[in-house]
């Protein structure tokens, strides 16, 4: 006798595996608030690490390491980095690789001062360079989610070809914020309690992302698609379109950096945001995101960026150059990935 159950029962462990997926994508958000993810071991470390390059400074470098204007060449460079180390911890939870978001920025700021040399005003500047960022990380996400290209490639490629876009646009020249769009400057020159304009901005994007990935659906799903796209799938989630808006987002971020460092540099540049995908990848591994994807915390990647930052202004202002910061950036990023990898099989 045949079963009339049998179509039913072959439907039943998608709707078993959705309430699995879906409480473990609450596990995130389950926690009482930001203090409590500061009381986990990983933070706690990173706290320490931050306050012991503190006292290194102190001690080697006291007369430059203990002034204002040091500390607000540090938050300068820790807010346009750290917009992007946002996009780039919801990339990674999610399981992908973002290779090109410094070139996406620098894309951006050239497109949107090439607008400021044709009399455009600066909310339009400031639009262009966000809708570029957004723009360019959505061919990512189309590449990847429904072109199917491997992250590493898709974004590998988006890399050289908006570099190569920044050149060709700005003819390799550095363009100016031509006068009439002080109001980008000012984010950098105008302070509030001493500090730019800029930083208070970093600081709405991190608090942002933080409420976007611990308080919202698209967090729980993002931990979902990042620790199981299969399980997340046949929890009913569309793991492409997901995969879709965490480039989008990704280049959001873009975009919003660059309206930053043109405030900070008053340019738009080819060169811009050189190499800050190392830094905004060290930064979110040295914060505890898996690379594999799943796991990981905003406060951690914006602890990791700071400790990060800090190591370079330690190497500036101890006058090593250049070549030196780079060995010594690829050394951390070695030793983070190490150290994360013994943590995961300890626990196995």
């Known amino acids: 006798m045949t079963d009339s159950r049998g179509p039913q029962a072959e439907k039943a462990p998608p709707a078993d595996e959705h309430v699995r997926v879906e409480a473990q994508a609450r596990k995130p958000a389950a926690r009482t608030g930001p203090l409590a993810r500061f009381g986990e071991a ?4 990173l706290l320490v690490a931050l306050a012991l390059l503190v006292v290194v ?3 080697t470098r006291p007369e430059n390491f203990a002034t204002t204007s040091n500390l607000v060449s540090v938050l300068s460079l820790a807010a346009t980095i750290g917009v992007i180390t946002v996009g780039m911890t919801f990339v990674i939870i999610g399981g992908g690789i973002d290779l090109s978001v410094g070139a996406i920025m620098a894309l951006a700021s050239v497109w949107a001062t090439t607008l400021a040399t044709q009399s455009y005003g600066p909310f339009v500047m400031i639009l262009c360079a966000v809708l570029v960022g957004t723009g360019a990380g959505l061919v990512n996400g189309l590449l ?5 290209v491997v992250p590493f490639i898709a974004t590998l490629a988006m890399l050289v070809a908006a570099r190569g876009l920044a050149q060709r646009m700005s003819d390799r020249k550095t363009q100016l914020v031509q006068q009439g769009n002080e109001t980008i400057v000012e984010l950098s020159t105008t302070r509030v309690l001493g500090l730019p304009l800029l930083v208070y901005i970093f600081a709405l994007v991190v608090l942002a992302g933080w409420i976007l990935l611990n308080r919202t659906t698209f967090g729980r799903r993002t931990y979902a698609v990042g620790g199981n796209p299969e399980a997340a799938r046949l929890a009913g989630i569309d793991v492409r379109r997901h995969t879709l808006l965490l480039y989008a987002l990704s280049g959001l971020c873009c975009g919003i950096a660059a309206v930053l460092i043109m405030a900070r540099t008053t340019t738009g540049s ?3 945001g050189d190499l800050y995908e ?3 990848i060290a930064a979110v591994i040295i914060g505890g995101t898996l690379l594999t994807g799943g796991r990981g915390t905003i406060i951690g ?3 990791g960026l700071m400790i990060f930052t800090l ?3 330690l190497f500036i202002l101890n006058g090593l150059n250049t070549s030196d910061q780079l060995i ?3 050394l951390i990023i070695v030793v983070a990935v190490l150290l994360q990898r013994r943590g995961l099989e300890s626990r196995t």
């Open 278 to 280: 190392l830094d905004a």
């Open 270 to 272: 080819s060169t811009h």
């Open 301 to 303: 990647s914006i602890l």
């Open 42 to 45: 990983r933070h706690l470390g």
């Open 311 to 313: 190591i370079t202004n």
């Open 57 to 59: 400074g102190l001690v």
């Open 328 to 330: 010594a950036k690829g």
């Open 144 to 148: 990847i989610s429904y072109g199917r």
